[in-house]
């Protein structure tokens, strides 16, 4: 079965402490992931995608496929972090499956 | 601001009703995806269209049903309405799903609410 899992519905880290956001897929082909950003009062948003192995707002992510991962990480949080994260897998060419989000919370 | 539009913002309707939930891709995109998002669920992927064909559809009941028009704007259409149909509503665009890079930008949601 194609499934995406966000084990933590909540994380709460100190601002200038690391953050981990998990992700576990189920997928029988060869996996393409997303992590997508939703900010207080905008629109979700792409916020890096693995083929292209780039650092976003200080945000890496890395696909491992022996543990079926494909954690969020960024080593020193900020405030303006804070926001609903969506680990996403595409299926296909035209599907997608979205995990049920964290809300990350930073506090000061 | 995306471009992605979606009308109306707010829905509220009885059981049994029908409604119609509208997208406005973003200039040039030629594909828009539906999604549902219930309480405490992440994204449920409904249908997907490119350039007005329906390629892919995911957990979409049969009292839903959707369509692409040829000026690329795509309609969701909810009928016998149930509580538990109750949701956040979202539309997305793409220019085409088939490029290595491609991006979805998604719309503001349009929220049902079935009393």
């Known amino acids: 079965a194609q499934r995406v899992t966000q084990p933590e519905k909540l994380l709460s880290v100190f601002k200038g402490a690391p953050v981990e956001l998990k992700c576990n897929y189920s997928?029988?082909?060869?996996?393409?992931l997303f992590w997508y950003v939703q900010y207080s009062r905008q629109r979700l948003q792409l916020l890096l995608r693995h083929i292209s192995r780039e650092s976003i707002k200080g945000f890496t992510a890395d696909l491992n496929k022996g543990e079926t991962s494909f954690h969020l990480k960024k080593p020193f949080a900020q405030e303006e972090d804070s926001a609903m994260y969506y680990c996403a897998l595409r299926v296909g060419t035209y599907k997608y499956i979205f995990g049920t989000g964290t809300r990350l919370k930073v506090l000061a | 601001d995306s471009g992605v539009t979606q009308t109306p913002k707010h829905l509220i309707t009885a059981t049994g009703q029908r409604v119609t939930l509208r997208c406005s891709p973003r200039?040039?995109?030629?594909?828009v995806y539906w999604y549902q998002q219930s309480l405490d669920q992440g994204l449920q992927f409904l249908i997907q269209y490119y350039n007005g064909e329906e390629r892919a559809k995911g957990n979409i009941l049969e009292r839903f049903s959707a369509q692409q028009f040829p000026d690329l704007h795509s309609e969701l259409n909810l009928s016998s309405l149930e509580l538990g149909d109750s949701a956040l509503y979202f539309c997305a665009s793409s220019v085409d799903p088939r490029a290595a890079q491609e991006t979805q930008y998604f719309g503001p949601g349009t929220r049902l609410l079935v009393l």
């Open positions: 200039s040039g995109d030629l594909s």
């Open positions: 997928y029988s082909g060869s996996p393409e």
